[in-house]
């Protein structure tokens, strides 16, 4: 008996762990900047997407590939400048400003673990706002050649690094600082329940405390997950898809139908976000994770850079859809967004006031803990719709760039037919002596342009794991019945 109970507590004192464990917290946090940087020097507007030595690696030279791929002629030191790094600070710092002065709305978080209630300002589409009327206004000043677009664009490497530095700093401090949480603290400060095993490098990546706040002179509070959930990330990824807009017709001469609709796909995604912040507060990245690296590098890196890189690729190779090509897109995401939008809307309203008249309609089932689980409507359909409606939108992002892949040559006077001129200015002579073409890079490219599609279905189905683990050992026999009532997990027939 004594035996039992003492197996019993060591099972209970192993740490939970996620995402693989410390090995894989490692795999995450030091390769993924590394496949950053790869998308940036393998698809470029110098060499090609991919690079020719990427498409010929037996015949591959140290010193081809550092010119295909751009490497900084002073290395490791050029990828980042003490300008760029400046700038960007002062993006952040813009960001807190907006918070702290601009009207916002108070809202509540959802109840504590240890008891109580978090409050948060949001004015996120204020501030989103202001700094889009700013660009549009410069834009209509000076058009494709606004400061703020080619300094971006110019300085894009350098701009991808200082967020990533930004990102390990951040995870660093919100680490150390969840030392200072203690039982029933009176700001309510807590550890996240998957956060501190006890491995360094795990809870640094996961996330020790759940909602980790610094106060600032003249600014106030901020709390750090929710600034960085919408702000300087999700807007930074509008701002970057809006810089390769600017770039294709300043080095064109137009703009096409592709970038137009996937930069007016995502920029409707971000606003979205940003006008349904309440929302933001229900979702596992508020309520359940810890802020650490995972969220930092996600919020700040992963999501400007990695989800742009479509419209990247069109602002170098312009793809014309066409009018049956438009419409077949824009069916694609018409369908994605009102299945993802409409589910999200219907489960924050029933989580807000499950009592409102307009939702009499929708069953559910009521759980010991008193929490109540939809099981009819889009809930009835399966347990995750809105992240079916998401992968939908996310064909809808990448499909634009066709069969994708370029190489940029530098071998006629006058691009023949069906060819591209290229930016002079980038490979160092006139437009008129470079062509973009496809040739024998056609289809590799899409593995940069399709990425999305691919890795958002994996973030998908490991996110619908996480959550369906969670929810077993909190309902218990009540999330058997609640499984009972709804059979698939994400897409309706399929899983």
Wanted: hydrophobic letters at 45%.
């Amino acid at each position: 008996m004594v035996q039992t109970r003492a197996k019993t507590a060591a099972v209970a004192a192993q740490p939970h762990y996620e995402f693989g464990g410390p090995i894989g917290a490692f795999g995450v946090s030091f390769g993924l900047p590394i496949a950053c940087y790869a998308a940036t020097f393998l698809c470029n507007d110098i060499a090609g997407c991919p690079i020719p030595s990427a498409l010929h690696p037996w015949s591959l030279s140290l010193e081809t590939l550092k010119e295909e791929a751009g490497w900084p002629e002073d290395g490791f030191l050029g990828l980042m400048s003490f300008k760029v790094t400046a700038w960007v600070l002062a993006y952040y710092g813009l960001s807190l400003v907006l918070q702290a002065f601009l009207p916002g709305v108070e809202s509540e978080g959802v109840e504590l673990a240890s008891g109580g209630k978090l409050k948060y300002k949001l004015n996120s589409f204020n501030s989103a706002l202001f700094i889009l009327v700013a660009a549009g206004a410069g834009t209509i000043a000076q058009g494709a050649e606004f400061p703020l677009w080619t300094f971006i664009y110019d300085n894009y490497l350098q701009i991808l690094s200082t967020n990533i530095v930004i990102s390990y700093i951040l995870a660093t401090y919100v680490y150390l600082a969840s030392f200072s949480v203690t039982p029933n603290h009176p700001e309510k400060r807590e550890l996240a329940a998957g956060g501190h095993t006890g491995n360094v490098l795990y809870d640094w990546y996961i996330g020790r405390e759940l909602n980790p706040r610094i106060t600032l002179p003249l600014l106030g509070e901020i709390d750090i997950k929710e600034f960085c959930e919408l702000r300087p990330g999700m807007l930074g990824w509008a701002i970057l898809d809006l810089t390769f807009v600017a770039h294709q017709y300043s080095t064109y001469g137009y703009v096409t139908d592709s970038i137009l609709l996937v930069t007016l796909f995502q920029i409707i995604y971000v606003i979205d976000s940003i006008w349904m912040e309440p929302a933001v507060l229900t979702m596992m990245d508020i309520t359940t994770d810890g802020f650490g690296f995972m969220l930092a590098f996600g919020d700040l890196v992963w999501v400007p850079f990695i989800y742009s890189l479509q419209c990247k690729y069109l602002a170098v190779y312009p793809v014309h859809l066409g009018l049956y090509g438009t419409l077949g897109v824009l069916a694609v995401n018409g369908i994605g967004y009102y299945i993802f939008r409409s589910s999200n809307s219907e489960k924050n309203a029933f989580r807000v006031n499950p009592n409102d008249p307009a939702l009499a309609h929708l069953e559910y089932i009521e759980t010991k803990s008193g929490s109540k689980l939809l099981v009819s409507s889009w809930w009835g359909m399966s347990r995750h719709p809105n992240y079916f409606g998401d992968w939908i939108m996310a064909w809808a992002w990448c499909l634009p760039t066709g069969l994708a892949g370029y190489l940029v040559q530098q071998s006629s006077s006058v691009p023949g037919s069906g060819k591209s001129p290229a930016d002079g200015s980038i490979v160092g002579g006139s437009p008129t002596r470079t062509q973009v073409v496809q040739g024998e890079a056609r289809g590799w490219g899409v593995v940069i342009t399709y990425f999305y599609v691919i890795y958002f279905a994996v973030l998908l189905l490991h996110r619908e794991r996480r959550d369906e683990e969670k929810c077993r050992r909190k309902y218990g026999d009540d999330w058997k019945r609640y499984q009972e009532r709804v059979r698939w997990r994400i897409f309706p027939g399929v899983y």
